[in-house]
């Protein structure tokens, strides 16, 4: 891949000194880098299936084979035949844009003078790869958005996330309520339990997906031990993950979330603190991306402006 200077001055010369548009669409080379650098300054994009699609809308095909297979066999018997179950991903893909000015006096008065405009696109790449995480974080396309919204709600409320897809696909039984108690070995224990029993020989496949205040939690546990690993974990900040299963701190996970606890926790009423964790493994996650970008900039003469739309 690329380094980042290299790639942003290949897209540069594509999207300015293209000879046939002056503003281009990138070409498929060129987007799956444009999109392997978004995924890289990620941290939970890093590790979820990512699926490019060369269209917005479709779906895939996975399948499933959880029911008994084998049986006895002799010969005056008909073999029992067994169908794989399948099931249907659909994606329906939403539109995203960035974008920003330089003006001509901050292009000609900076240091860099007009190379600031390759930096910048830089600065600009790995904040979309923050709001690209925090989209399929948090994403709810019940949020109101529009011109009047905040810069959040535009963002979050166009798609769905995997936190609203998991609370409406996960079957209730396999949802654990900590009601406002703080993340504790009984809760990844309880996790552990809650996950059906054909799914079990997956085990070392399966991760907790947890905010940092859990993840820090878990480690400042660790490191009040008299004993060598919580020296470690003191020395270190690494601690072993709950139960053996690793841990994987996604900063950006929500830590604000509201809440109402019962009354036998001693946290009742109503809360702003709350959060989620999610045990499952990463290729559970399917992050769908489409290769059509563009990265444009246009020069506005009147107000003496470069506009820069991706």
């Not at 529009?146 to 996330?161: M, R, T, W």
């Not at 054909?198 to 004993?227: E, Q």
Request: proline share 6%; hydrophobic share 40%.
């Amino acid at each position: 891949m690329p380094s980042i200077p290299d790639f942003v001055e290949d897209v540069m010369k594509t999207a300015v000194d293209g000879n046939s548009l002056p503003n281009s669409l990138l070409n498929r080379q060129q987007s799956d880098s444009f999109i392997d650098l978004l995924v890289d300054t990620s941290v939970l994009l890093k590790v979820a299936r990512r699926v490019k699609k060369d269209h917005p809308k479709g779906e895939i095909n996975k399948l499933d084979l959880g029911t008994i297979v084998t049986e006895g066999a002799n010969a005056t018997s008909k073999a029992r035949t067994s169908v794989p179950t399948e099931r249907v991903v659909t994606f329906d893909m939403v539109k995203y844009r960035s974008a920003f000015d330089l003006r001509k006096d901050f292009l000609e008065d900076n240091i860099e003078k007009e190379s600031v405009r390759d930096k910048v696109l830089n600065m600009f790449t790995k904040a979309m790869a923050i709001d690209a995480e925090m989209a399929s974080i948090e994403g709810d396309d019940s949020l109101p958005v529009g011109d009047a919204q905040s810069n959040e709600n535009n963002l979050l409320g166009v798609n769905d996330g995997f936190q609203k897809i998991l609370l409406a696909n996960v079957p209730a039984n396999q949802i654990v309520n900590a009601d406002g108690a703080a993340p504790s070995d009984d809760l990844y224990y309880e996790m552990r339990r809650r996950v059906p029993a054909r799914y079990r020989v997956a085990k070392p496949m399966y991760r907790f997906i947890a905010p940092s205040g859990p993840t820090d939690k878990w480690t400042k546990d660790w490191a009040g031990r008299i004993t060598t690993g919580g020296e470690q974990a003191l020395r270190t900040g690494e601690a072993p993950g709950p139960w053996g299963v690793p841990m994987l701190e996604i900063p950006l996970f929500p830590e604000d979330l509201a809440f109402t606890a019962g009354s036998t926790t001693g946290n009742a009423g109503a809360k702003t603190d709350g959060s989620f964790i999610w045990y499952t493994p990463y290729e559970n996650l399917i992050w769908f991306v489409q290769r059509e970008i563009t990265i444009e900039f246009d020069r506005k003469p009147r107000q003496d402006l470069w506009e820069a739309t991706i």
